[in-house]
């Protein structure tokens, strides 16, 4: 069960105020709208729903299910794969600088050997801590279940997308709530579909998402990051 305290650890550590910069990355959104493949309420939802279904919003459950529960070897091999998944150069930046400043500012605030485990294991095997991993640790360590905590983190990519959408499209706040609103089912679905998913079904099928991300990287005029 989720008790208050684990609450109100979720809430700050996913808040758009909990300082890993998340407000730069738009995950390959950007270019999106750009060419105008995301220029509504319902092209975003189409796109924010692909991204958590079968892009990162995939994988990234997945590696927080097993970072969640893994010690030793084991979490170092979470560790491994997580760095070898990115499909582009800025998703690896994008998911390496939110874990390293996520794993800085909880360890700083909300210390426990746990985290010190896995910063010294990340130096080691010269990877640094993807987000996902690094959010599942600190949930982990200070007894958040991981259901709640799963839905939580994908929550916070729908919103950060949504949120950026407003702004980039734009949408309005109107529609961002009604977007919001509307993916909850899909938040939901993907949380769900993880906690029973086979490790060996790792992995995403968004072509179009990396495909735009590598586009980024040399858009003429860019507010975000990936």
Known sequence: MLDDLGLYRLMTWLSPSFPVGAYTYLHGLEWAVETGAVHDRLTLMD???GVLLHGAGRTDADLFRAGHGAVGVALDTVVEVADALRGTAELAMESANQGRAFLTAVTASWPHPRLDDLAARCRALERPPSYPVAVAVAASAHGVPLEPALTAYLHALAANLVSAAVRLVPLG???GQK??????????EAASAALVRDWEDLGAAAPVVDLFSMFHETQYTRLFRS
């Open 179 to 188: 977007a919001q609103a509307a993916l909850a089912a899909t938040v939901h």
């Open 47 to 49: 796109w924010v729903e």
């Open 173 to 175: 706040q109107t529609d």
